[in-house]
């Protein structure tokens, strides 16, 4: 049985545009994954790294997935490989960053996986293009809309770097 995914992708080395194309062109070949549409490409600083740290570009993908979080997991962190990332505890520049952010409903916690993410309703970056996609969305833990969770100030440090249209499968 398959449910909606939604993943986050971020990079902030090299040729960033081009990181999230081959990191979604990749994420679009995983067995099981069906891709929805894709939000617009944001810019924010690099949040949680040295002020001399390059912008970060995110956008996030809705897609339809038929396996576990986990087999999802190890696929999105081969790609990541594949694509220069080097670690994933280091709060260090990188090319490629994806994170699944909600899975369904479910709740995961485990030392390797936590869904819904842990910092999705605290950092802007993912919940503007999140929003974009699905603005009704409802936090699977509390429950509440996660338009809440979204400040005035911070839609107004997260600009739009460019429009991408959505795609449907």
Known sequence: ??????LSFG?????REANL????AA??????????????????EAAGMDKSAPEFLNMVVKGEYQYRPLELL?????IEKK??????????????????????????????????????TDRPFILIPLL???PTLIHP??????????????KKRILMYRETPSRHA
């Open 27 to 44: 994420v679009e070949k995983i067995e099981g994954f069906d891709f929805v549409s894709g939000s617009s490409i944001y810019i924010s």
């Open 11 to 15: 990079s902030n080395l090299g040729d």
């Open 1 to 6: 049985m398959s449910c909606f995914v939604y």
């Open 74 to 78: 190890n696929a999105l962190e081969l």
């Open 132 to 134: 974009q996609l699905e």
């Open 141 to 154: 833990v509390s429950c509440e809309p996660l338009a809440t969770y979204l400040k005035e100030k911070d």
């Open 83 to 120: 694509l220069g990332r080097t670690s994933k505890r280091k709060m260090l520049p990188r090319s490629i960053d994806i994170d699944i952010l909600l899975f369904g409903d479910e709740i995961v916690e485990t030392d390797r996986l936590s869904i819904p993410h842990r910092h999705l």
């Open 21 to 24: 194309n081959h990191a979604i």
